[in-house]
């Protein structure tokens, strides 16, 4: 929070935190990962933001993800298609990439 309160979010949990300057800004990071700076402004109407941190890669999308590696590279493997098993890499390069090269848009701060 400006650069000089850290708050830890625990998991389902809401964090309240009183804002000591107008304009706030707000960044959330897990130590590698860092989200873009989100300003916050209070006006005499508007007092409160409600917001959640989620991650670019939901857990559905996680479980298909590996669910598609295991079919595809069990086919490639019976068959002995090494372009299944080649095509079964897909998934696992997605997340890789949302996990390293776009490190800003992994984790997010969305409207609650």
Same mark, same amino acid.
């Given at each position: 929070?400006?650069?000089?309160?850290?708050?830890?979010?625990?998991?389902?949990?809401?964090?309240?935190?009183?804002?000591?300057?107008?304009?706030?800004?707000?960044?959330?990071?897990?130590?590698?990962?860092?989200?873009?700076?989100?300003?916050? +402004?209070?006006?005499?109407?508007?007092? $409160?933001?409600?917001?959640? #941190?989620?991650?670019? /890669?939901?857990?559905?999308? !996680? =479980?298909?993800?590996?669910?598609?590696?295991? +079919?595809?590279?069990?086919?490639?493997? $019976?068959?002995?298609?090494? #372009?299944?098993?080649? /095509?079964?890499?897909?998934? !696992? =390069?997605?997340?890789?990439?949302?996990?390293?090269?776009?490190?800003?848009?992994?984790?997010?701060?969305?409207?609650?």
């Amino acid at each position: 929070m400006n650069g000089n309160f850290i708050y830890a979010l625990n998991k389902n949990k809401p964090v309240i935190i009183d804002i000591p300057s107008n304009p706030a800004r707000v960044v959330v990071t897990d130590g590698y990962h860092i989200t873009k700076p989100l300003e916050l +402004l209070f006006t005499p109407t508007r007092h $409160t933001y409600y917001f959640k #941190v989620v991650c670019a /890669i939901e857990n559905d999308q !996680l =479980i298909v993800g590996f669910i598609i590696i295991f +079919l595809l590279f069990t086919m490639g493997l $019976t068959s002995g298609i090494v #372009v299944l098993k080649i /095509i079964s890499l897909g998934p !696992l =390069i997605y997340f890789l990439f949302l996990y390293y090269i776009n490190r800003k848009e992994f984790i997010q701060i969305r409207p609650a």
